[in-house]
T-cell receptor, first 115, second 116 residues
Framework: AQSVSQHNHHVILSEAASLELGCNYS??????LFWYVQYPGQHLQLLLK??????LVKGIKGFEAEFIKSKFSFNLRKPSVQWSDTAEYFC?????????????FGTGTQLKVEL | GAVVSQHPSWVICKSGTSVKIECRSL??????MFWYRQFPKQSLMLMAT?????????EQGVEKDKFLINHASLTLSTLTVTSAHPEDSSFYIC????????????FGDGTRLSIL
């Protein structure tokens, strides 16, 4: 079975600072990778996803993530955060084939951006 | 975009009662829906996969008689927490798979269940 590890549970940044949230997964086969964001009081929304091809994927709101297969990592980045990026961020993985699209989530990272 | 509606958003009830939570896909058909449980400061844990017209598939450790799932139509799945107890208090989230879209799942807003 797959598992996902997010190293940072709480991150506090000032506006305009750069962001990198770590995500590592464990699975014996090929995976699809996702980052979801949950703003306060809202449902989970997809930020970006990696299925295949260019390992550097760009998502909404200026976020990007890089899939490094050798490190089993899919870290999320943003060059300059805004106050509105305050939210909880979840990394998730699903097997490339089979698995019924079942998502396995990491424990989440709470990001707080201060003015 | 695809919308999943979950109802109710918050419910408080007495121990021993049963609570039903609805999950609807509003603008697409969902042959598969998923039910998650989220404890404070923890990740979403998949409870079961709900398939339209067939029995749900439960994850290991989830009591199927405790958490009844019904997926009678392509737009509606329900989760009933039977004889709820305080330890069942949690945040329950559903998601629906849009087989025509590029996203694996669209999520509802969640239901905060508090058992007194």
């Amino acid at each position: 079975a797959q598992s996902v590890s997010q190293h940072n549970h709480h991150v506090i940044l000032s506006e305009a600072a750069s962001l990198e949230l770590g995500c590592n997964y464990s699975y014996g086969g090929t995976v699809n990778l996702f980052w979801y964001v949950q703003y306060p009081g809202q449902h989970l929304q997809l930020l970006l996803k990696y299925f295949s091809g260019d390992p550097l994927v760009k998502g909404i709101k200026g976020f990007e993530a890089e899939f490094i297969k050798s490190k089993f990592s899919f870290n999320l980045r943003k060059p300059s955060v805004q106050w509105s990026d305050t939210a909880e961020y979840f990394c998730a993985v699903t097997p490339f084939t089979g698995g019924g699209n079942k998502l396995t989530f990491g424990t989440g990272t709470q990001l707080k951006v201060e003015l | 975009g695809a919308v999943v509606s979950q109802h109710p958003s918050w419910v408080i009830c007495k121990s021993g009662t049963s609570v039903k939570i609805e999950c609807r896909s509003l603008d697409f058909q969902a042959t598969t829906m998923f039910w998650y449980r989220q404890f404070p400061k923890q990740s979403l844990m998949l409870m079961a996969t709900s398939n339209e017209g067939s029995k749900a598939t439960y994850e290991q450790g989830v009591e199927k008689d405790k958490f009844l799932i019904n997926h009678a139509s392509l737009t509606l799945s329900t989760l009933t927490v039977t004889s709820a107890h305080p330890e069942d208090s949690s945040f329950y989230i559903c998601s629906a798979r849009d087989s025509t879209g590029s996203q694996p799942q669209h999520f509802g807003d969640g239901t905060r269940l508090s058992i007194l």
